[in-house]
């Protein structure tokens, strides 16, 4: 069984651009989590879906910030208007459901210039 | 509200020494679950333990153990004969029923192990 994949690993961009990232969960995991941490601090809760509906947002997820899940598979995180304050590691990880252990993947690693 | 310390920012030890992270949780949910995970400089966050807390047993698996004291809150972990390859961070976590199962992790603990 593969893990959680992130991709990309690493990106830069300038302030005002937009950027994606995507999560491919564990096959047959129906919960999907994202989650930032910068730097020196742990993960802070971002949003999370079950299936293919997004159940709970963080404050922490501003305007500027959308996620997906289409059926229920693969999801992607969009954040428009990039700020150097969105410079972070996120981090994606799925469980099977309720409190299950959550899978992480290796990250997407956003700098902002 | 949820609440995970770990109020060691970063711990140093040589090769072979035992060494303990502590953690402290505050929860008002009746039905709780407490995790650590590993982050190696590679990023990653791995998975290394998830207890119940209707399940007060210490736990042990090889050099690692953990400690889950209830009527302290706490659920520490320690490392017997450390070694260069566990240098990490170390997060401590919680969820519950209450907020969603998410995870509410604490600041993290640096263990530096020299050789």
């Known amino acids: 069984d593969t893990g959680v994949s992130q991709n990309p690993r690493h990106k830069i961009t300038k302030r005002g651009q937009n950027v994606t990232f995507r999560c491919d969960p564990i096959?047959?995991?129906?919960?999907l989590y994202w989650y930032r941490q910068t730097l020196g601090q742990g993960p802070e809760f971002l949003t999370y879906?079950?299936?293919?509906?997004?159940?709970?947002k963080s404050r922490l997820l501003s305007d500027r910030f959308s996620a997906e899940r289409p059926k229920g598979s693969f999801s992607t995180l969009e954040i428009q208007r990039t700020e150097q304050g969105d410079s972070a590691m996120y981090l994606c990880?799925?469980?099977?459901?309720?409190?299950?252990?959550?899978?992480f993947g290796p990250g997407t690693r956003l700098t902002v210039l | 509200a949820q609440k995970v310390t770990q109020a060691q920012t970063e711990i140093s030890v040589v090769e072979k020494e035992d060494v303990t992270l502590d953690c402290v949780y505050e929860?008002?949910?009746?039905?709780?679950?407490l995790f650590w995970y590993k982050q190696p400089p590679s990023g990653e966050l791995v998975f290394l333990i998830r207890?119940?807390?209707?399940?007060?047993q210490n736990e042990i698996s090889g050099r690692y153990s953990w400690n889950f004291q209830k009527s302290t809150s706490s659920f520490n972990f320690t490392i017997t004969a450390s070694q260069v390859v566990d240098s990490a961070v170390y997060f401590c976590?919680?969820?519950?029923?209450?907020?969603?199962?998410?995870?509410?992790f604490g600041a993290g603990t640096i263990l530096r192990v020299k050789s």
């Open positions: 990880a799925s469980s099977s459901g309720g409190p299950d252990t959550q899978y």
């Open positions: 096959s047959e995991h129906n919960r």
């Open positions: 879906f079950q299936n293919e509906a997004q159940l709970e």
């Open positions: 929860t008002r949910d009746t039905t709780y679950y």
């Open positions: 207890r119940n807390s209707f399940d007060e």
């Open positions: 976590a919680l969820s519950g029923w209450e907020y969603g199962n998410k995870l509410v």
